[in-house]
């Protein structure tokens, strides 16, 4: 088993800037991680992928995110980071922490980020 805990999330004004954190403990290792990743909820809209990084580094963004949000890691505290910057509006959502063991998939509980306009 897998858990995920996020910290972070605030109210922070357009335009500012916020760094998630997300620990993983439980049976996480590198030889059975594929990869782990943002993913966000807003009001009334679904969930939808923010940014992914893989056992070997390899990043991914959504499109709304890119050149604005970087994801990164540490493996030896089995955590995973996003930095935003030139937050919007529509980036207030509930971001949540996701991991790939294997053929399984973990989330987190979320943590709440809103912009202020």
């Known amino acids: 088993q897998v858990q995920l805990v996020e910290s972070g999330g605030d109210l922070v004004q357009a335009g500012g800037s916020l760094k998630l954190s997300c620990a993983a403990s439980?049976?996480?290792?590198?030889?059975?991680?594929?990869?782990m990743g943002w993913y966000r909820q807003a009001p009334g809209k679904q969930r939808e992928m923010a940014a992914i990084?893989?056992?070997?580094?390899?990043?991914n963004y959504a499109d709304s995110v890119k050149g604005r949000f970087t994801i990164s890691r540490d493996k030896a505290k089995n955590s995973v980071y996003l930095q935003m910057n030139s937050l919007k509006s529509e980036d207030t959502a509930v971001y949540y922490c996701?991991?790939?063991?294997?053929?399984?998939?973990?989330w987190g509980q979320g943590t709440q980020v809103t912009v202020s306009s």
């Open positions: 996701t991991a790939w063991i294997r053929t399984s998939q973990f």
């Open positions: 990084i893989t056992h070997n580094d390899i990043t």
């Open positions: 439980g049976s996480i290792f590198s030889s059975n991680l594929v990869a």
